[in-house]
């Protein structure tokens, strides 16, 4: 499985900014794309990564970082094998690599994740 994001860039406090990942790869032939709990996680400089939002496999039910509540918006397209990730009111502590995130549990013995190669979000004047 490959994840690719892109989107990312400079934008000023209070902007917008679309995150989109695309997915590719023979993994989602035997793991079907929508059978994969999908995320969205960031890495700020000198922080941890921390988890932003989360969309179920079975179901789609979709969960949020308080920190983005209400500001951003988690989405997938099963069809496309997309990921997207909309961000409104942004601020300057929002500036991070985000990463896409593919993870998918079948049992102990199963167990798959993968992570796309980050996109860069300043947020700045």
């Known amino acids: 499985v490959q994840l690719v994001e892109s989107g990312g860039g400079l934008v000023q406090p209070g902007g917008s900014l679309n995150l989109s990942c695309a997915g590719s790869g023979s993994g989602f032939i035997f793991r079907p794309f929508e059978s994969y709990a999908m995320r969205w996680v960031r890495e700020a400089p000198g922080k941890e990564r921390e988890l932003i939002a989360v969309?179920?496999?079975?179901?789609?039910?979709?969960n949020y970082a308080n920190f983005v509540k209400g500001r951003f918006t988690i989405a997938r397209d099963i069809a496309k094998k997309t990921l997207s990730l909309h961000m409104n009111s942004l601020k300057p502590e929002d500036t991070a690599v985000y990463y896409c995130n593919a993870y998918y549990f079948g049992g102990t013995a199963a167990e798959f994740e993968y992570w796309g190669q980050g996109t860069q979000i300043t947020v700045s004047a």
């Open positions: 969309i179920s496999g079975p179901g789609g039910a979709t």
